[in-house]
């Protein structure tokens, strides 16, 4: 793979590319059959990676690393690194939905609840016709069945996977199984973004995307489930990013 453009930040690798620079490298590797694995962080990820050295290791040794989060992206201008733009990973898919729709490519679902994903693979079906789904599976699943499920994808003629599952279960998954998944060109972690395909999370407007205020459109839609992840998550994230600032420059 050609060299990427990166930084490093909070114990973190960020590659620095645009949306559009990301779908030409995944287009690229698709066509020239090489693997690219696939990860996006944000605020709360970066916190989690503090500590959880095997997640920090999952997404720090992946080929490709976006920045989701826009309080990523200003505190790495903050701190004198800055990046190009927010990447996030749901608009990343449905942009990789329609290149995989144009180009023939085929893509595999793994993740949500049942009715979920037999939703977004219908809806993506109805869009872009059945040649599409290569397959797809619900995200419910014990340990001992990862094998299994690694080998379906694997043989399922999929170039594409997009793995719907909480961190950091998708994570270290993907980085489990990469070598059983050689044959998929291009894997990547999604989160929730199969809930919000299928209608049952909306998507903050655009004008609270840019203002970086998506993270509160989401807590004000579940407050008691996510008040933890955003607000205790976000200010520990502005204290490392304080003392990351403050640190260099004594420097």
């Known amino acids: 793979m050609v060299t990427i453009p990166k930084i490093n930040f909070l114990n973190t690798t960020i590659h620095n590319l645009s949306m559009q620079e990301t779908l030409q490298l995944v287009d690229t590797a698709i066509s020239n059959g090489d693997q690219i694995h696939h990860v996006v962080v944000n605020a709360g ?9 095997q ?11 976006n920045a989701d989060g826009q309080a990523v992206v200003w505190a790495s201008k903050f701190v ?3 990046l190009k733009e927010r990447v996030a990973g749901i608009d990343l898919m449905e942009n990789l939905v329609e290149l995989a729709a144009k180009k023939n490519y085929k893509i595999f679902l793994f993740g949500a609840k049942e009715e979920i994903v037999t939703k977004v693979a219908s809806l993506y079906e109805e869009r872009h016709g059945k040649q599409l789904i290569a397959g797809y599976r619900n995200g419910y699943f014990s340990k001992e069945e990862e094998p299994a499920i690694a080998r379906q994808i694997a043989t399922s003629g999929a170039n594409l996977l997009f793995v719907a599952i909480s961190s950091p279960t998708k994570e270290n998954f993907l980085f489990n199984y990469k070598k059983e998944l050689s044959s998929v060109n291009f894997i ?12 049952l999370t909306k998507r903050a407007p655009l004008w609270m995307q840019k203002a970086g205020l998506e993270w509160f459109y989401r807590f004000i839609q579940e407050p008691k489930r996510m ?3 955003y607000l205790v998550g976000n200010s520990k994230f502005i204290g490392l990013v304080l003392k990351e600032k403050f640190s260099t420059s004594k420097k």
Not at 55 to 65: F, G, H, K, P, T
Not at 188 to 197: A, E, I, P, R, T
């Open 188 to 199: 990547m972690g999604v989160g929730g973004s199969f809930d919000v395909v299928a209608g």
């Open 80 to 82: 004198g690194k800055p």
């Open 227 to 229: 008040w933890k992840r």
């Open 55 to 65: 997640l920090r290791q999952s997404v720090n040794e992946s080929d490709l690393i």
């Open 45 to 53: 990820k970066i916190v989690a990676m503090q500590k959880d050295l």
